[in-house]
């Protein structure tokens, strides 16, 4: 595609309750990360995949949150019995490889509300 | 692991003047360095990076400078401009690693008054 896709938009969603948050990288690109971003903050890394697989998970907060990867494509983020904590801006970015020679590219997120 | 301090948290400026931003970090293995900026509501965006084997580096009325004894590097904005305005981050790659994990600063809100 032509830039990261991130779905829902935006999500409301009472306390105790999974969610679902979806990305689509760009066509190709290899790597991918999901950062958080609570309101006024700056992003938090939660977990990088180099193809399907997830070398780097020391970002999620806890074992509510879980990641997975499927065709080298679509991430889906899951958070399980959502705090109220949980509520912030979920993002996605990609690049071409997994490097510091390669930019990240962002989606617009998901914004993400526990009522 | 990397820490990176961002200063001001908000700056604002005439139409026209310069603005600077300044980030240090902790990793003295870090080697990339990039700028994002933020529209309300909307994804960041990388406006410029910089590499550790450079000291400084310019795209039109934007420049980076980094300086790596010291550990710190700064966005430079030169004649402002109203869509200037929104929120920058600077970030640090990881040290040690190889694959792009960035760690961000907490933002600078750039306000730039007509």
């Known amino acids: 595609g032509a830039g990261v896709s991130q779905s829902p938009s935006n999500k409301v969603t009472e306390k105790g309750k999974d969610v679902e948050l979806r990305c689509d990288p760009i066509?190709?690109?290899?790597?991918l990360y999901w950062y958080r971003q609570r309101l006024g903050q700056g992003l938090e890394f939660l977990i990088y995949?180099?193809?399907?697989?997830?070398?780097?998970k020391s970002g999620l907060p806890s074992d509510r949150f879980s990641a997975e990867r499927t065709g080298e494509s679509v991430s889906t983020l899951t958070i399980q019995r959502t705090q109220q904590e949980d509520s912030a801006v979920y993002l996605c970015?990609?690049?071409?490889?997994?490097?510091?020679?390669?930019?990240?590219?962002f989606g617009d997120g998901t914004r993400l509300s526990i009522l | 692991g990397e820490n990176v301090e961002q200063h001001p948290s908000t700056l604002s400026v005439q139409e026209g003047d310069s603005a600077v931003i300044k980030c240090t970090y902790s990793?003295?293995?870090?080697?990339?360095f990039p700028w994002y900026k933020q529209e309300l509501g909307k994804r960041p965006q990388l406006i410029i990076d910089?590499?550790?084997?450079?000291g400084e580096k310019k795209d039109q009325r934007i420049a980076v400078t980094l300086n790596k004894t010291a550990k710190h590097f700064s966005l430079h904005i030169t004649e402002t401009q109203p869509e200037d305005s929104a929120v920058y981050f600077c970030?640090?790659?990881?040290?040690?690693?190889?694959?792009?994990?960035?760690?961000f600063g907490q933002g600078t809100i750039l306000t730039v008054h007509p």
């Open positions: 970015a990609s690049s071409l490889t997994p490097s510091s020679n390669q930019p990240q590219h």
């Open positions: 066509s190709g690109h290899t790597a």
């Open positions: 995949f180099q193809g399907n697989s997830a070398p780097d």
């Open positions: 990793d003295s293995a870090s080697n990339y």
């Open positions: 910089i590499r550790s084997n450079v």
């Open positions: 970030a640090a790659d990881a040290g040690g690693t190889s694959y792009g994990k960035l760690t």
